[in-house]
């Protein structure tokens, strides 16, 4: 299998405080990689480093084939990104939105036309295409961010919480769009405080304290815990924490 994102040793300081402690992992490509922790666990550090916003205090990294270090600007070329908190102008409209990320991610006029038009067919919102992103419930806002933040077939997609807020039918249905785009050869970097979403993943990294304290799919990882379910196992893995509230 092929990594497309290889960690090791990742060290991440500021001043004296560790905010990642020597990580090391690979993530294939197609795979569904959760990536799990408590506020500040450390996981959204390690994943500005992924995205080229951050730079580690050492270890060796590459993402998409690209050295972190030194080709931040390759690797942001050939990632997808969607926050929970901000992916989406609301005073655009859908087409609006569509055309204006598509540009930033280098696609032609014909391009950006071709696949907003199959886009907007694909998630039904034919009816909401002139519509500002602000009048749209949050589920189909979450779901035209997702299909944005790939519109330009990148080899990994970064989502941090994507479905915070929206109701289980509709995280149901954005896990669907998941599952296709790693079928298509997308490689999936989520993370999530659902647990029960950590089961929809192929494997799962959890993180207490900046460090990586469990890593295997969902599977082993219920068995390797004597647990039910991976909430179970968060649990039991959160309480080594030494940084409790």
Same mark, same amino acid.
């Given at each position: ?13 500021? %001043? !004296? ?10 993530? =294939? ?21 992924? #995205? ?13 084939? =690209? ?5 931040? +600007? ?16 609301? +005073? ?7 055309? =204006? ?9 014909? %391009?950006? +036309? ?63 769009l998941i599952y %296709? ?14 647990? +029960?979403?950590?089961?929809? #993943?192929?494997?799962? !990294?959890?993180?207490v304290d900046g ?5 295997? !799919? ?5 068995k390797q815990f ?20």
């Open positions: 299998m092929e990594k497309v994102i290889i960690v090791k040793n990742l060290v991440k300081k500021f %001043e !004296s405080f560790v905010a990642n402690d020597n990580l090391t992992f690979d993530v =294939f490509r197609g795979e569904i990689f959760g990536f799990l922790g408590a506020n500040g666990a450390g996981k959204t550090t390690a994943m500005k480093i992924l #995205c080229g916003l951050s730079q580690p205090t050492s270890g060796e990294l590459s993402v998409a084939g =690209f050295d972190v270090y030194k080709q931040q +600007d390759k690797i942001k070329a050939n990632i997808g990104y969607m926050s929970q908190k901000f992916s989406l102008y609301e +005073d655009l409209t859908v087409f609006e939105n569509i055309q =204006f990320y598509a540009g930033i991610y280098g696609l032609s006029n014909k %391009e950006i +036309d071709e696949r907003a038009l199959k886009l907007i067919e694909k998630l039904g919102m034919q009816a909401m295409r002139k519509k500002l992103v602000a009048s749209l419930p949050l589920g189909w806002r979450q779901k035209l961010s997702f299909s944005i933040a790939i519109i330009h077939k990148p080899q990994i997609v970064f989502l941090d919480e994507p479905t915070g807020g929206v109701d289980p039918i509709t995280r149901r249905q954005f896990w669907d %296709e785009a790693a079928n298509d050869g997308i490689t999936i970097f989520v993370t999530t405080h659902y647990m +029960d979403e950590a089961e929809y #993943c192929n494997r799962v !990294s959890i993180m460090r990586i304290e469990a890593l295997d !799919s969902p599977l082993n990882l219920k004597n647990a039910e379910n991976m909430n179970d196992v968060f649990i039991q893995l959160a309480r080594k924490s030494k940084n409790k509230e």
